[in-house]
């Protein structure tokens, strides 16, 4: 079960632009920026990773022990980092697909300037909810 | 394996795979060095945090015993562990401590122990301390406490080596215990003395950091070279070695910042700035605290943002050695109003808002603050710098503060930068939000804001003035002239009006000004009907009277933004007398006589800064224009004189009484009293009409030729005027409230002797036939009349020469042509002088003329004398001639 999740969208010039601990788990402070330094190092691989594919899912690119780190990259460079220590891919998949339709419509407001900061609550319910939907193993929800 | 691993390190492949084994044998070094007990030693970053608590512990079937006699060294260990205390770091930062030493390895230690189970253990923990061992997966809301709880667990006061079974193993005697297992199978020496003390154990950790973060940093995977970096400067640090240690967080640093991961930031960039103290690098430290001061305020307390403020002001206000300029761009944030930008004219100062942003915890107290404005369009980078009058200080978050901008140069301005100074410290800010987040985007960013706070527009008119009369005003007489002052979109507030008369003209200071407001009732047509169509007060309007001071009107408040209608009096002077025409002297008249300039300056603006220069012509003229003639000559000679008033000015003329004061030689017939004939005063004379009145008068007999050429004749016309002052002439400005609405106009009159008199009358006697015809004899007579007294001397003759031209050609004259005939010098003689002639062609033809060569032209009248073509039959058909065919 997912009880470890942390994701954060990061734009096209490296930047964290929207972060979020989603994991069932209580919010753990000393971790939260332990998973941040995992993501940005897996930055590192991604970067690598991401031009030897067509596909914009992925997969885990970075293992850290049991923790693993699962990449999606839009058509913008833009990346969805998944810090997670659940195995369902195909839920993570999803998840992805469909965070990316939510950043795409953040995207098209014409008040969002891209590269900055979510700041939209709306978007935060709403990835929250999905992290609900697709991460959290069935059982506990 | 660990010695292979070992090795594999000495090659240093660059490949980044085997980079990634570099760090894991690193990583498992240092779970080595936990293990044995030197794990206090270690830095706790967050890369060893996040690494060994993920990191699983050796898990050997079951776990070394501690071996016997090593009393001493489980002292040694434990002391170790007491003694260590987490580094008291910079500004009082309390981190909580990182779960370094999980109690992981108490729980997996023990567990391997064969004869103690997992649940006892529990047990025990949970009644020492009620949170326990299991704090990783029981979801303890006290989360920091797993870390002191083991080190409590480890040191407590039993020495005794020999464990009772159902005791735990405490974690110095793991340590130990390791330690003994992990001698006995190490076989390579190089390893051993890596970790048979501390310092060995370090000096073999650096060189493996700093060989993983080479390599990382060769294949490009810089962040996790970066990471490195940092431990290596930790341990830089630990050792003292500030400098290098500076330089390896400044990398780390540097990335963070540049990637903005500001959560990772805040950990490192505290150790930067403790290094940068100790170093006495002012500048650097100053720029660390303003970065620490410019993150996320949720990553630090209050009471730690607090302290890097406190730590700025204090370098501020002491002497630093080499004062450098602050950039705190990132700090202090500005933006103009969200409002259009300010517009301003010409010339004119302003004040400017402007809100800014202090990202710092506290008020903070400036010494001064000026903005720069740049040209919007243009490289001119070089605009003085505004400073602020307004308060100096800046509380948290938003401020707005007022610059005073003086006249600038016209065009678009946008913010430039802040610039200030805190103690001794000049700061400088050229961060701008734009009412919200500070964009992020790279290409964004290096854009300046593009939206201008301030607009100065191109001088163009603020106000128009523009004379109120069309046509032209009474001269010599007290008249209003009209000013329309027409503000542009522009305040006239204050504004001061100067008046300044030219030659021949001079305003009447006792009268009070008029101001009234205005409208033309073109203003929402074109501009063509505008000017024509004439302003007319409304009469909603209001009128006020204000006096005027050397010239000078001072403009009400009310009038700033209308149209106002400016009338002042002025009194055009013209001393000479008018003259009146007549066809024997036709005058010509220039209408530049009656010009007068008017010179106008108009001072307004907030600062009477603005300044409008108008010079008008107002157009002044007499009343009327006076010609004469005389009508009809009498025999006896009187003389009909027929003066012709024309009314030169826009307004209804009353004449109520004219008279002539005749010059000398000539006099007035009848009454005498110089008034004309007939009595029809008062005559209205209509705008641009012309009235005539007659005079009978005669020449007196006076023969002073001199005395005639000087003295004119005076006409007097009193006359009232009933006009528009907006039209044009009207009637005078009462000075006085007794001063009557009678005018007098004077103008003088030349009248001129008749200066030749016909002496003789010459008349062609009509033809004794009806016809003339060819060949056909015909008398042709003329009567020659004396028709006064000849007194000149070349016709005292009594005989006077007569000669009749004739074209030879059409007439043959039979008889004289020329000769002399005697005439009687007394008036009113005549005589016939007959000559014939014989008519030679058919047609119209020349008739003989009669000339009298002695006397003059102009001595007689009816001249020539006689038809100008006469008409020649062709000669009758003689039939003697006719032969019958």
Redesign the interface.
Known sequence: MASTACFVIV?K?????YEAEVGS??K???L???H???L??A???V??LAWTTNAMFLRSVDR????VVSVYVTAGHTRFMLLHDSRSEDGIKSFFQEVHELYIKIFLNPLY?????I?SSHFDTKVRALARKYLYIRGIY | MMVELLLLIQRRSSI?FRVTFILSVVLRFMRLAYLIGYGVEIEKS??N??SL????WPKPATWPSIPPDSSAEVMAKEKTILQAKAREKLFDIQR?P??LEPSSLLREANRRRAFLSVGNLSELYDSVDGSGLGAHSK?S?N??SSNLMTRTMSGPATSETSLPVDRPMRLSEIHVAAEHALKQTISDPDFMTSLSSPEEFESRYMELTKGAADN?HRS?????GV?LDGEIAAIFFKHGNYDLAAKSYEKVCAL?S????E??LA?VLPDLAECQKILKDEAGYLASCVKLLSLESSLFSSKERQAFQSEVVRLAHSEMRHPVPLDVSSLITFAGNPAPPLELCDGDPGTLSVAVWSGFPDDITLESLSLRLSAFSSADEGLKAIRSTDARVLVPGRNIITFDIPPQKPGSYVLGALTGQIGKLSFRSHGFSQD???????F?SFEKPTRPVLKVRKPRALVDITPAVSSALLMNELQWIGLIVKPIDYSLKGGILHIDAGAELKIEESQMIEIESYRSDGEHSSPIDASKVLSRPTDTGRVEKVPIENGKIKLPDWASDVTTLVWFPVRAINDTVPKGTSPASPQKHSIVDGMRMIALKLEFGAFHNQIFERTIAVHFTNPFHVSTRVVDKCNDGTLLLQVILHSEVKATLHVKDVSLDLQAGFEHLGKGDGRPTSSLFPLVIAPSSKAGILFVIRLSGTKDLDELEQADSMLHIKYGISGDRATGAHSPVPVKPDDSEELLFKISLKLKRPVLDPCLAVGFLPFSTDCLRVGQLVNMKWRVERLKDLEEASLSDDEILYQVDANPQNWMVAGRKSGHISFSEAQGSRIEIAVTCVPLVSGYVHPPQLGLPDVGDANISCNPAGPHLVCVLPPTLSTSYCIPA
Do not use: C
């Open positions: 734009s010039n490296d930047i964290p632009i788990a209580p753990k402070e000393d939260a920026y332990h941040q330094f995992i940005h190092a930055l590192d691989v970067q690598d850290f022990n049991d923790l300037l891209p590269g900055s900061r700041a | 980044v967050p890369v945090s996040a608590s993920m990191l699983s909580k990182l779960p979801l809301p989360k920091s990382y490009w995977w810089k962040r996790h990471v963070y540049a990637e903005g991961w959560e990772l950990d919200g987040p500070v964009d992020t985007d790279e964004m």
